[in-house]
């Protein structure tokens, strides 16, 4: 049987989705850096925008901080 894929993750399937430790994830919560918001007590993180942050955060620097440049001079 399939593992079934949820659209909203707890820290635990997150950090293994990310490939990261639950330590770097709570880290990267609390400094606000990484998409996710708080269910009750439990901080839950949705796939499909975890999936944009990471494609945003695999764009070369030199390009995002040339379209924040140019932004500025439009």
Same mark, same amino acid.
């Given at each position: 049987? #399939? +593992? ?6 707890? /820290?635990?399937? +997150? &950090?293994?989705?990310? =490939?990261? &430790?639950? @330590? @770097?994830? %709570?880290?990267? /919560? *609390?400094? =606000? *850096? /990484? $998409? +996710? !918001? ?6 839950? !993180?949705? *796939? &499909?925008?975890? %999936? ?5 955060? &695999? @764009? $070369? *620097?030199?390009?995002?901080? =040339?379209?924040?440049?140019? #932004?500025? !001079?439009?």
């Amino acid at each position: 049987m #399939a +593992a079934e894929i949820r659209e909203v993750m707890g /820290i635990r399937e +997150a &950090s293994e989705y990310l =490939g990261v &430790s639950r @330590t @770097t994830l %709570d880290k990267y /919560i *609390r400094e =606000g *850096r /990484i $998409p +996710a !918001f708080k269910l009750g007590k439990r901080w839950k !993180f949705k *796939r &499909s925008v975890l %999936d944009q942050w990471m494609e945003k955060q &695999s @764009t $070369p *620097r030199e390009k995002r901080e =040339g379209r924040k440049r140019r #932004a500025g !001079f439009g």
